[in-house]
């Protein structure tokens, strides 16, 4: 039971990772990224590549937080013109397509069997990882995270941002430069998703092309809007409450023996209803965004 | 040759229907309807349920394009409606959150497995050297009939035209006497019901799974954005240039390039070639090709 | 620098319709201008040129100096140019005091923000005071905290001049400032935006109400299907024939005799 406990919490916090850079881009600024997991995925093919090259794990995180940032800038450069709803689509066809990259160029990314072996990162004398150990690197990534964030969100940066996501030409009156800020909050928010995803990778000791399809993307939207789309607190605890239910259906299939299939729906289903259920009833979250003026 | 014309038509009709009924709705909800390719597979299995009931295949698809144009009805009226109040962009999670339970709904009772109709083994047509099936044609005739019926219907009737009326200036159509609730519930039904009956063609060249409408998902949007969302017949073009982009990256020898011969573009990259297009579409041309709207700042 | 804003020969259609037509005037540095004319003369349209808006099809525009025409909306706000809108949209999940301090755009950076150094405290703590400033001159205080797009359309208005205020524009343009205004208030906008002007500040405001023209402007600029018709002291409107036609249209011979406001 405690290490169950403490996988869903470590999950939690890996996810939170995500959640909170996703509402960075999306929350705050005002851009619906649903390409974003490709973010993340790229951080885990990074450190999945480099540990298996034999570098240590902190350049396998920094390669995949540039890679990150890279294709943060593409996404953000793309949808310099495009309204909103157009920009969520274009940013989905980058991540299938990175996606589809991934899936069929072996020789770097393993193709569709992925690239498993890599390495924990606290290994114990009998070479298991430390899970603990884990759990508390996840927990300080997540607690810096939400520092930077919430500095971000209620300073001068954060105020810009929010003007240009309700009001683009009010902001562009007052001399704001609409493309640099959004291109700024897509970046740092894939490089905060990249971590987090070579985090994953590190955790799972596995990466597959799979962890970038758009199924992933949507639970961690779930997550955020859960949560609080515009609260950082929110998005943590959208987080949790996400995982947890998400990890209690395989846990309640072994123990009620219901097919893998069944199982799946039971899963995804709830995810849907649930967050169907919070955008009818109370979209603005458990936690919505804080209105208060600037202390 | 006649090959590679028969694998554009044969892509062209899987996506053509769907793209179709994506356009039709799209002025009138003003969000991308997620859930929409959703349609597609909910109709492919209608009218597989329908099918193993003892229906015969035709009026099977009638009853499960009926019956899916009412869910697409019936979603709009009770979940879309309420969450556009908070704007396009909850509606358009709300759609993904709709597409989940879909998904999740036809996983549960069906499973993950592939089906296909019992519509009977039919050998293939030759046509010189290339083999099409009974299945393939009648997708195709299908898919082009119904455009060319729906051009007929905008075009032509007096329905057509509140309903192009309605999908250009709603609050204007209302006032000018068009019943906006009939018209609207109207062009929602046709969507979800081409949707339907797009899906099950899909399944019928291919197979019914639940992943069908999933994979529709990028291609289906870039057709319908390439034609310029709201336009059903751009969005058939669209559907074509697709197919015939995909078709043609994936057919041509690329040796040139490298001085050898033999390269192609590997198939499973069909996919991307799609969203490449997408990409490149909405950066040059977010409104569409036929774009030709004027635009008072 | 003695003309603060010139327009030449500036022509815009959008698709078949010619909106501006051949449109000439300039401001002096340290006016107080009035833009009037019927609806559709184009009035909107100048605005949304001169700010970087809506780019026009020939002619040229120059504020302080410098070529403006075709650069866009920020560039033409570094340059000191600052603009109010006709109907103000402001954020739903911003107080009034929040949006006021995003107008000052200064040093708004990812790591300065994250890094919180002395000196973007510093800043932090002027803008504050600025905007508690300007709120109080626009009679705003009482609705500091409130979200910025739950107050009236009237208290929009002037949230949008204290946006403007906020970097102390060389040149400020006004959307009908005084539509949606309550009345009451008419005595103190102009008693503000006369301060404003005394601060050095250019004002160029489009208007409909005559009171407030009078009461504020030096100068009035009448345009009419996009040209000028009119250029000349407030006292004059009333009685200058091509602002009459415009307004009321042709009369085949006799005078007008235009009593009280026109409308």
């Known amino acids: 039971m405690y290490s169950f406990l403490l996988h869903v919490a470590t999950l939690s916090c890996i996810y939170a990772l995500l959640g909170l850079a996703l509402n960075l881009q999306a929350g705050f600024a005002g851009l619906l990224n649903f390409g974003f997991v490709a973010f993340a995925g790229v951080g885990a093919y990074a450190s999945a590549i480099t540990s298996s090259l034999g570098y240590p794990a902190p350049v396998g995180v920094l390669i995949g937080v540039i890679a990150a940032m890279v294709v943060g800038f593409a996404m953000a450069r793309l949808g310099r013109n495009l309204a909103s709803d157009y920009w969520a689509i274009a940013t989905l066809a980058v991540a299938e397509l990175i996606r589809t990259v991934a899936l069929n160029e072996n020789w770097l990314t393993g193709g569709a069997q992925g690239i498993s072996g890599v390495p924990a990162l606290f290994r114990s004398a009998s070479g298991v990882q430390n899970d603990l150990a884990f759990f508390l690197l996840a927990l300080a990534m997540v607690a810096i995270a939400l520092f930077a964030c919430v500095r971000l969100s209620r300073g001068r940066f954060g105020r810009a941002i929010r003007l240009m996501r309700e009001e683009p030409a009010l902001a562009a009156s007052l001399g704001y430069q609409l493309v640099p800020l959004k291109v700024k909050a897509t970046v740092t928010s894939a490089a905060i998703a990249s971590v987090g995803g070579s985090l994953l990778a590190h955790y799972m000791s596995f990466v597959g092309p799979d962890y970038m399809l758009a199924s992933e993307t949507f639970v961690i939207w779930t997550m955020v809007m859960i949560g609080g789309l515009g609260n950082n607190l929110g998005v943590v605890l959208g987080a949790l409450l996400v995982e947890a239910i998400y990890s209690a259906v395989p846990f309640a299939k072994d123990y009620l023996n219901i097919s893998s299939d069944i199982a799946g729906a039971v899963r995804l289903g709830t995810i849907g209803v649930v967050l169907l259920a919070c955008l009818l009833v109370r979209p603005g979250g458990l936690l919505p965004e804080k209105i208060r003026s600037a202390t | ?297 | ?263």
């Open chain 2, 1 to 297: 040759m006649l090959q590679f014309i028969v694998d554009v038509l044969i892509r062209t009709s899987d996506i053509m229907l769907v793209a179709v009924g994506l356009s039709v709705v799209y002025s009138l909800v003003k969000f991308p309807n997620i859930a929409h390719v959703q349609y597609a597979m909910l109709g492919a299995f209608g009218t597989l349920a329908l099918n193993r009931t003892g229906l015969p295949f035709s009026l099977a698809l009638i009853g499960a394009c009926v019956a899916t144009g009412l869910v697409a009805v019936l979603l709009n009226v009770l979940v879309f409606k309420r969450l556009l109040r908070s704007g396009s962009s909850i509606a358009m999670i709300g759609s993904l959150a709709i597409s989940m339970i879909l998904v999740a709904v036809v996983l549960g009772v069906a499973g993950s497995r592939p089906f296909r109709y019992s519509s009977g083994l039919s050998s293939p047509i030759n046509l010189g050297s290339t083999a099409i099936s009974v299945d393939q044609i009648t997708s195709i005739a299908c898919g082009f009939g119904c455009v060319a019926l729906l051009a007929v219907l905008l075009f032509k009737t007096g329905v057509g035209r509140s309903m192009r009326a309605m999908s250009s200036n709603p609050a204007l159509a209302a006032a000018t006497g068009v019943d906006g609730a009939r018209v609207v519930n109207g062009i929602t039904f046709l969507s979800g019901a081409l949707a339907a009956l797009g899906g099950t063609m899909l399944g019928l060249t291919e197979t019914v799974h639940v992943g069908l409408g999933t994979n529709l998902l990028l291609p289906v949007f870039a057709a319908a954005i390439l034609g310029g969302l709201g336009n059903p017949l751009g969005a058939a073009a669209g559907a074509l240039l697709i197919s015939t982009a995909e078709t043609l990256v994936t057919n041509l020898d690329f040796g040139w390039l490298f001085g050898t011969s033999d390269v192609y573009v590997p198939v499973t990259y069909i996919s991307a070639a799609s969203f490449v297009i997408l990409l490149v579409a909405l950066l040059f041309k977010p409104y569409g090709i036929f774009d030709r709207e004027v635009r008072r700042v």
């Open chain 3, 1 to 263: 620098m003695n003309t603060m804003l010139r327009l030449q020969d500036v022509h815009k259609s959008f698709g078949g319709n010619s909106v501006l037509t051949g449109l000439n005037f300039h401001v002096r540095t340290g006016e107080i201008v009035g833009l009037l004319g019927p609806n559709g003369c184009g009035k909107s349209t100048v605005l949304n040129a001169i700010t970087g808006y809506c780019p026009i099809d020939q002619g040229l525009i120059e504020v302080g100096g410098q070529h403006v025409n075709g650069l866009s909306a920020h560039q033409i706000a570094a340059k000191g140019v600052r603009r109010t809108f006709q109907l103000p949209s402001m954020p739903t999940r911003m107080t009034v005091r929040e949006v006021v301090m995003a107008a000052s755009t200064r040093s708004h950076g990812l790591f300065s923000t994250l890094r919180r150094s002395g000196a973007t405290r510093r800043l932090e703590h002027e803008t504050r005071e600025r905007a508690h400033h300007l709120l109080e001159e626009l009679l705003l205080t009482k609705v500091e905290h409130l979200p910025a797009a739950s107050i009236s359309g009237g208290q929009k208005k002037l949230l949008g001049i204290a946006c403007a205020m906020m970097e102390q524009p060389a040149l400020l343009l006004l959307d009908e400032p005084m539509a949606g205004v309550h009345p009451n208030l008419r005595s103190e906008l102009v008693t503000t935006l006369k301060r404003i002007n005394g601060q050095g500040i250019t004002l160029v405001i489009i208007e409909h109400d005559m009171h407030f023209i009078s009461e504020t402007c030096s100068r009035c600029i009448v345009l009419d299907k996009g040209k000028t018709v009119a250029d000349c002291l407030p006292s004059e409107l009333e009685t200058h024939e091509s602002v009459v036609e415009a307004y009321l249209g042709k009369k085949p011979g006799g005078q007008y005799r235009v009593a009280g406001v026109i409308a």
